[in-house]
């Protein structure tokens, strides 16, 4: 990679911004360009096809920036259409289910321990999680699709009685796991009401993954005191950067939105 | 229009078939084609030149098809659309709002009742029901977005702890209406969750409204005893066969499906 590291991030939405979080406290990349296909998310309720075809789109846009790294924040990408992007890019491409799978080899060492994978529709009927923890030696695993909590976030419901009612719903019926993965990146918006739930679960976050992936694997070291971001959005860039607000960080940081290829 | 009726229904996914329910019991139509945009659902939460955008493209599909008649189950394409279809399309084209509107004169006839809207995020921000209910004389609107209903519904979850929530959250601080819209094609399928909400409120259905408007505008009568149905959507039409069996009628009503072009 250069030495001016410039990063894309490619998410169906918003909900990517939960792991650009991740990366600007660890200060990798000098550059980051953010696309947010916001005009067809949610991914999460697709079939592969179009989930492979919506990415592929994706890449010819960051074909553009001279980027060294493409970070598929979505989990329902990268458990689709990470092969088919590795594949055809001319950079680096990194998505978040390997990472997340890293993650739980690190924190649990006791191979029949009970492992939670929660995600969209589309990310758990891929069985991708299950069938790299497998590969690790896991073999206690459950799956749960759990795409309501995706609604919820949007709707900016973090807690309260629907939110409950919800976790009840889901999680009821299933032992307490030792570790549970967040796959999806609008649960780590609500981690404090999974560890509510299940408390004493090691609760594994994509964005926090993939900042020990990225040093793992490529070597990465925080020494950007700044991150420049640049959004780019295929409707309503004003609104990703009005959740980047409240979301993330201080407006300093967003530097220029900009509507990109119309879809 | 033709002896030999042919409409057009679009939706952004499958929730219009609530509207083609209706439609059938009614048997206007010799032939339905059903077009759904399952691949970039939902629209409820786009900006209104996505919704204007993907809904000329749906036009040009109907453009291949001798249809007589275009109607837009959808409200939000309702909201923000219809007026750019009705000026290019060389058919017919129908709404779902006007009917509502219209079914709303029909049974409230006292100009100061309250009139509750509920519908999507974009179909209450683009205020068209409160416009043309003003325009009736009604002077008591309130309006409420309860886009999570959609993804209840969508999720098979029709009542319980999390819709009881979910109505309590929406709607705890809402005087009880005279009549309340159901301003989205998922909404008829909780009909009696709202009804149970709003004891003797009078519930306004866009499919039953819009059966009215086309006998009252179109003269149409009922004289089918079979409505053949062609099922179209961008993505997974299989998905949509399945939730048209589930929700609406039998099999033997479900003729053909196809893909359409890609988006």
Chains 1, 2 share one sequence.
Not at 28 to 34: A, G, K, L, R, S
Not at 98 to 109: D, M, N, R, S, W
Not at 140 to 167: C, H, P, R, W, Y
Not at 170 to 190: E, R, S, V
Request: aromatic residues 12%.
């Amino acid at each position: 990679m250069t030495k001016q590291l410039k990063a894309g991030i490619f998410d169906s939405g918003a909900g990517g911004l939960s792991v650009v979080k991740s990366l600007l406290e660890a200060n990798f990349f000098d550059e980051i360009i953010y696309y947010g296909d916001t005009a067809r998310v949610p991914y999460g309720i697709k079939d592969k096809n179009t989930i492979i075809r919506y990415s592929l789109e994706a890449l010819e846009f960051f074909k553009n920036f001279n980027i060294d790294i493409l970070i598929t924040a979505c989990n329902t990408v990268s458990a689709y259409a990470i092969e088919e992007l590795k594949k055809q890019a001319p950079f680096d491409v990194v998505g978040v289910i390997e990472p997340g799978v890293l993650a739980v080899t690190e924190k649990i060492k006791n191979k029949n321990a009970h492992i939670l994978v929660t995600g969209t529709n589309a990310t758990i009927k891929s069985k991708k999680y299950t069938k790299l923890l497998q590969e690790k030696g896991y073999n206690n695993i459950s799956e749960k699709a759990t795409g309501l909590f995706v609604s919820l976030v949007e709707e900016q419901i973090f807690g309260g009685k629907i939110m409950d009612a919800t976790m009840e719903y889901y999680f009821n019926n299933i032992k307490k796991p030792d570790a549970l993965i967040m796959g999806c990146t609008h649960f780590p918006l609500i981690k404090n009401e999974y560890q509510k739930f299940f408390k004493d679960t090691v609760l594994i976050h994509s964005g926090e993954a993939i900042v020990q992936y990225l040093k793992e694997n490529f070597n990465l070291t925080g020494k950007y005191q700044k991150t420049n971001i640049k959004y780019f959005a295929t409707e309503n860039p004003e609104h990703l950067k009005e959740i980047a607000k409240q979301w993330l960080f201080d407006d300093s940081k967003i530097l220029q939105e900009n509507k990109c290829q119309k879809f």
